[in-house]
Every structure is written in structure tokens, then in C-alpha cells.
């Protein structure tokens, strides 16, 4: 039998072969170290967006000409809410996003053309393009319970809100945060007022 002669292969290609396997090494590692910060970065995201700042997108016209359909917006939990400020609250598994309008202990009147009067002073209300009774089905004057929030939505002939009992008064518990800022669309960019 023959005897195979081994060849040894040069000091350059051991070197070459070298460089290769670290390369390869380094490469995987820059790769796993990536995708290890990606995922923190998003989980933090997502913890961040669940907690803290929700995001959400509009549905439906109750609070044009604040709000429109698809416009996505941020909110901020919170746990005091002032008057006049815009909410974004859990109704029947759905959120919904509201003008809060009176406080617990409260007293609403709203007169047949829409004019809004809590406590007997006329509500200042701006945002408003057309004031209108809407589906009311309390008995006016209300008081607003206690640990209770009443809002409304700013297109009143269509909004379904605390004027109606099938949707009433919002808890803290239903509370979702308060809307601050418009992300989209680009052109609407900014705080919600």
C-alpha cells in the first residue's frame, strides 16, 4: 500500500483560514447583540405605549372637528382631569374618546338648543361647531355622581355620551388617559386643545 502524502497547507492560508472563523465569530455576535437590543427596545416600547402612553386611533365622527376618523392620537394616564380636557375611556370593550364636561357632585343642564350649563353657569365651549341636544334620555338637571365624570363628545347631534344612559357617567376605573397629542395625520401634528 501507498502511503498518501498529507499536503500541509501554507502559513498564509492558516492565516487567511483564521481570519475567516473570527470574522465569522464576531460577525454572529455583533448580530445576536443587535437583535438582543432590538427586542429590549421594543419590549421597553410596548411596556411604555401600554402603561404610560397609549396610542390610539380615532373611530367615527363624535368628536369632530376636534378629532376626525383614523387620526391617531397619544395619551397620558392620568388621575386628575379637568374640565374641558379630552379622555379616552373603556365603554363595552371598545374606547371610547370624550370632552370631559362636569366633575363628581356636579349639576348639568342642557337647555333644548344644546347650550350647556354646569352649576348654572353656561359652559364656555369653543371647540364646538353646532350645538345640539343629541340622544338625552336623563333627567335634567343631573348631578353628576360621585367618583363620576361627565363628558361629552363634540359633535353633539351624533355623539353617544353621558347623556345617555346606556353609555353614562365614566368611572376612574374606565379611564384610559388623557388625549395630548395628535400624531397623525403629519399635517395636524401637535397638542389636542
Known amino acids: 500500500m501507498e502511503k498518501k502524502k498529507i499536503e500541509l497547507p501554507s502559513i498564509e492560508a492558516m492565516e487567511a483560514e483564521l481570519k475567516r472563523v473570527k470574522y465569522q ?9 443587535t437583535i438582543y437590543t432590538l427586542v ?3 419590549a421597553v416600547a410596548v411596556l411604555v405605549a401600554t402603561l404610560w402612553l397609549p396610542v390610539l386611533q380615532i373611530q367615527g365622527s363624535s368628536m369632530t372637528p376636534t378629532l376626525y376618523d383614523g387620526n391617531i ?11 374641558g380636557e379630552v379622555i379616552a375611556f373603556y365603554y363595552n370593550n371598545k374606547i371610547l374618546v370624550k370632552r370631559v364636561i362636569a ?19 353656561e359652559l364656555d365651549e369653543p371647540y364646538l ?5 343629541g340622544e338625552c334620555n336623563i333627567e335634567l338637571p343631573y348631578q353628576v355622581p360621585a367618583a363620576k365624570i361627565f363628558v361629552m363628545g363634540d359633535h353633539r347631534s ?4 353621558s347623556r345617555n344612559t346606556a353609555v353614562g357617567c ?11 397629542f395628535r400624531v397623525w395625520p403629519l399635517s ?3 397638542s389636542i386643545g
Do not use: C, H, M
Open 158 to 161: 351624533v355623539s353617544a355620551d
Open 73 to 83: 392620537v397619544v395619551s397620558v394616564k392620568d388621575s386628575t382631569f379637568e374640565t
Open 40 to 42: 429590549t427596545v421594543a
Open 129 to 133: 361647531q353646532e350645538k345640539a341636544l
Open 170 to 180: 365614566v368611572s376612574e376605573e374606565q379611564i384610559v388617559g388623557k388625549i395630548v
Open 25 to 33: 465569530k464576531r460577525y454572529r455576535k455583533v448580530i445576536r447583540s
Open 103 to 121: 366633575q363628581p357632585g356636579d349639576w348639568v343642564d342642557i337647555d333644548a338648543d344644546g347650550t350647556v350649563f354646569v352649576n348654572g353657569v
Open 188 to 190: 395636524e401634528f401637535g
